[in-house]
């Protein structure tokens, strides 16, 4: 069974650009998750969807950011426009049931915004 | 002050050493406990997970959590260089109004050295 797939692996992008980052959850998982990693700190909830229903938003940093699950599949996460401090390793996981199920990781993508 | 603390380590051992990682963490609410493990440039992999107070075992792997204390530890026994990657300790709460969100620690670097 494939894991939780994410893409591109790199991103280097200039400031005030726009970047979109992807996340394909592991085949039936209904619930999809986004954290991130800034250089020197832990890792930080930024949302929760249950199919495409945004669940719990309340790490997204602000509105530059937009995630969308459209469809319940794969999700989208959109930088607009990028700020130097959104820099960091975006990670995407998901889970078959609410509550006490294990989050599957993806391999992350790692963001520079010079 | 940070929810969840974490020495970051580096920690370097001898092959087959026990190696003890911590966590401390003030939040009461959480109720479920984590240990992922990371190698570079991959995704967190769950290591062990453990519900509210008490011990468990994985092979060469313990977790305890200890709620009175709100102290969590992993024990390594007979340590690898295969186990030279970062670990994370993560928590949640309560599913009801507390999402399904984990909490991270910064993670701690092992070196297990031939």
């Known amino acids: 069974e494939a894991g939780v797939t994410q893409f591109p692996s790199h991103s280097v992008i200039e400031k005030g650009q726009t970047v979109t980052l992807r996340c394909d959850p592991i085949s039936g998982h209904d619930n999809l998750y986004w954290y991130r990693r800034v250089m020197g700190k832990e890792i930080k909830f930024l949302l929760h969807f249950v199919k495409e229903s945004k669940q719990d938003e309340s790490g997204m940093p602000n509105n530059r950011f937009l995630a969308e699950r459209t469809g319940g599949t794969y999700s989208t996460l959109k930088v607009q426009p990028a700020e130097l401090e959104d820099s960091g390793v975006y990670f995407c996981?998901?889970?078959?049931?609410?509550?006490?199920?294990?989050?599957?990781f993806g391999p992350g993508t790692r963001l520079t915004v010079l | 002050q940070k929810e969840v603390e974490q020495d970051p380590g580096p920690l370097s051992v001898p092959e087959g050493a026990i190696v003890s990682l911590n966590c401390t963490y003030s939040?009461?609410?959480?109720?479920?406990f984590m240990w992922y493990r990371q190698y570079s440039r991959k995704g967190p992999e769950l290591l062990m997970y453990t519900y509210s107070s008490g011990n468990k075992e994985d092979g060469r792997f313990t977790a305890q959590v200890d709620k009175s204390s709100k102290y969590i530890s992993l024990f390594i026994r007979d340590s690898q260089p295969s186990d030279s990657a970062t670990y994370l300790c993560a928590m949640k709460g309560q599913l009801t109004g507390g999402g399904n969100k984990l909490t991270f620690g910064t993670g701690t670097q092992l070196k297990v050295e031939l």
């Open positions: 939040n009461s609410a959480f109720q479920y």
């Open positions: 996981a998901s889970s078959q049931d609410w509550g006490t199920d294990t989050q599957y």
